[in-house]
């Protein structure tokens, strides 16, 4: 999305929508890039519901408020609504395995002096983890992998790598986590099921002992189809989007409140 035609074209398309008293208007764009909080933080969006003012081949305007707009990439939408329609907008939000939003806050039960539990909630500003449904491992190259599959960034620079494991849909996780003497006769590796549109099978990360890289192995039906060798830690990434991530998580969902959503998009633009 073209963000310096939309401020050109934004006056024209909100024309008539905005109160007579009021001089200005605000608005917040829904396309392929990250949203950003007032601290610089990077944040995951709120689902919102408005009203369709605008829909053209450069953008879908939704008036939440009435000098407030939310201004959506027509070529990731779900659908397209028509204009003067009530829609429920979801963008992407980074999720953990277990569904819940990344941003969720972490919750612990802790004991006041006289045995009496309460739970506190915590939450680090800027922080959406996606941890690896794997216990604490004994084994240091597994225990560094999965370090680097949680705490490094994927290619497009908004998720984490395990936020695209995530995505891809990733489960049924399985680890081997061997001890120090039989690390070359059983590498490390953690393995996991993935369904995209670029591959449907299991996904095994590789530890390579003599190297001191990864192999990232495709299988399909117990079947072998695809192995990269030498992959380095900070190519984890690029070669596991390049294997697995199909795009589709970029794509904005809106459903059109109280009636048939309008048309389907089933593809994702390069």
């Known amino acids: 999305m073209d963000r310096s035609l939309i401020k050109t074209l934004m006056p024209s398309l909100v024309a008539g929508h905005v109160p007579r008293n009021v001089r200005s208007f605000k608005y917040r764009v829904f396309d392929d890039q990250p949203q950003s909080s007032t601290l610089g933080f990077v944040i995951d969006p709120q689902p919102f519901d408005g009203k369709v003012v605008a829909a053209s081949e450069d953008a879908i305007v939704v008036k939440l408020k009435p000098s407030e707009f939310a201004v959506l990439d027509p070529n990731l939408v779900t659908s397209i609504p028509s204009e003067g329609t009530k829609v429920h907008v979801q963008p992407y939000a980074r999720r953990r395995f277990d569904g819940l939003?990344?941003?969720?806050?972490?919750?612990?039960?802790?004991?006041?002096?006289?045995?009496?539990?309460?739970?506190?909630?915590?939450?680090?500003?800027?922080?959406?983890?996606?941890?690896?449904?794997?216990?604490?491992?004994?084994?240091?190259?597994?225990?560094?992998?999965?370090?680097?599959?949680?705490?490094?960034?994927?290619?497009?620079?908004?998720?984490?790598?395990?936020?695209?494991?995530?995505?891809?849909?990733?489960?049924?996780?399985?680890?081997?986590?061997?001890?120090?003497?039989?690390?070359?006769?059983?590498?490390?590796?953690?393995?996991?099921?993935?369904?995209?549109?670029?591959?449907?099978?299991?996904?095994?990360?590789?530890?390579?002992?003599?190297?001191?890289?990864?192999?990232?192995?495709?299988?399909?039906?117990?079947?072998?189809?695809?192995?990269?060798?030498?992959?380095?830690?900070?190519?984890?990434?690029?070669?596991?989007?390049?294997?697995?991530?199909?795009g589709r998580w970029r794509l904005i969902d809106v459903s059109v409140i109280g009636a048939e959503t309008s048309r389907r998009r089933r593809t994702v633009p390069a």
């Open 101 to 246: 939003r990344a941003d969720t806050p972490e919750e612990r039960t802790e004991m006041m002096s006289d045995g009496t539990p309460y739970t506190v909630k915590t939450h680090i500003l800027g922080s959406a983890p996606a941890k690896l449904p794997i216990p604490e491992p004994q084994c240091m190259e597994l225990g560094q992998l999965i370090e680097q599959l949680e705490e490094m960034s994927a290619p497009d620079g908004f998720r984490r790598i395990t936020h695209m494991l995530v995505d891809a849909g990733a489960h049924d996780f399985t680890w081997v986590d061997p001890k120090p003497a039989k690390i070359i006769e059983t590498p490390p590796a953690i393995s996991f099921t993935v369904s995209t549109a670029k591959f449907d099978g299991r996904v095994t990360i590789l530890y390579q002992r003599g190297s001191d890289t990864y192999a990232v192995e495709l299988c399909r039906d117990g079947e072998l189809v695809d192995r990269h060798d030498e992959v380095y830690f900070d190519m984890l990434g690029e070669v596991l989007e390049r294997l697995i991530d199909d």
